[in-house]
């Protein structure tokens, strides 16, 4: 039996009571990613994918489509194994953590068709875990959007994990796939290996799978790498 994504098998989340408060960026998280990236705005490169990143001496070489360019350290917060894929030449250390965090696909969809949603009204959640009679390898979870985001339509917006076949094709506004990391053994002793991937040999990474898989333990996985740099995520 295959273990589900972190964020979506939590389930401190899908408990009816003794939940924990669950706060929300208004209008969704892409509004702070703005604000966050202002500072440096004019210096990303969007659409731009590193190729391979390869360490010298004296520097790191990090190659795109277009081209070649030196930096004295680099930061890779991609997912694991996209990062590991980036490496010319990991080491046993990179290789041991990065290697210990499988990725699942689950298929997203975004859609107005609230028959997925709990037949009483009164008993919808924000997330509404599905329990489908057979036993399946992918969880099924329904997130009210109405209410994770507090929207005032009448239409109600869902998004629906790993469930196409249930949902109304006429409703179906967006399909999209992610990729999420699954729990697998040895992964906390990974994650306590973090500090063994941080400004080591010019290189260090973060990302939400050193935590449970949400945004918050992707700022506290980055925050400890602006530390070793002596910065605080303030600072920025
Ligand atoms: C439908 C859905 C709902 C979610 N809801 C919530 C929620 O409500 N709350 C919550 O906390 N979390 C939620 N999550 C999880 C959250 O989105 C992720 O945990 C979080 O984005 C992971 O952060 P990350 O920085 O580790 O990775 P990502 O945000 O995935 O960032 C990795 C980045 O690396 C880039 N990248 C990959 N390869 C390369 C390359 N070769 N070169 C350059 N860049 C590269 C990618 O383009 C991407 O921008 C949700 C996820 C999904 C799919």
Redesign the pocket.
């Known amino acids: 039996m295959r273990f589900v994504a972190d964020?979506l098998g939590n389930h401190r989340m899908l408990q009816r009571t003794g939940r924990p408060q669950w706060r929300?960026v208004r209008g969704g998280?892409r509004n702070y990613l703005g604000p966050l990236v202002e500072p440096f705005r004019d210096r990303l490169r969007l659409g731009?994918?590193?190729?391979r990143v390869l360490r010298t001496e004296d520097g790191v070489r990090v190659a795109t489509d277009a081209g070649e360019e030196s930096f004295d350290e680099v930061v890779i917060?991609?997912?694991a194994d996209?990062a590991l894929r980036?490496l010319a030449d990991p080491s046993d250390a990179e290789r041991e953590v990065l290697g210990a965090f499988p990725y699942q696909e689950?298929a997203?969809t975004l859609h107005a068709d609230p028959s997925v949603l709990p037949r009483r009204r009164r008993a919808w959640g924000s997330w509404n875990f599905h329990r489908p009679a057979e036993e399946r390898d992918r969880t099924t979870v329904t997130?009210c959007m109405n209410l994770?985001q507090s929207l005032r339509t009448e239409t109600v917006f869902n998004?629906t994990?790993n469930e196409e076949e249930a949902i109304d094709p006429a409703r179906v506004l967006r399909r999209l796939v992610?990729s999420?990391p699954v729990y697998a053994r040895g992964r906390a002793a990974a994650q306590a290996r973090h500090g063994e991937l941080i400004r080591a040999r010019r290189t260090s990474f973060c990302?939400?799978?050193f935590g449970y898989?949400?945004?918050?333990?992707?700022v506290r996985s980055a925050r400890k790498v602006a530390e070793a740099f002596g910065r605080s995520l303030s600072d920025a």
Request: include cysteine.
């Open positions: 964020f929300v998280s731009c994918p590193v190729r917060a991609g997912h996209q980036m689950n997203v997130y994770l998004v994990l992610y999420h990302g939400a799978y898989g949400f945004h918050e333990d992707g």
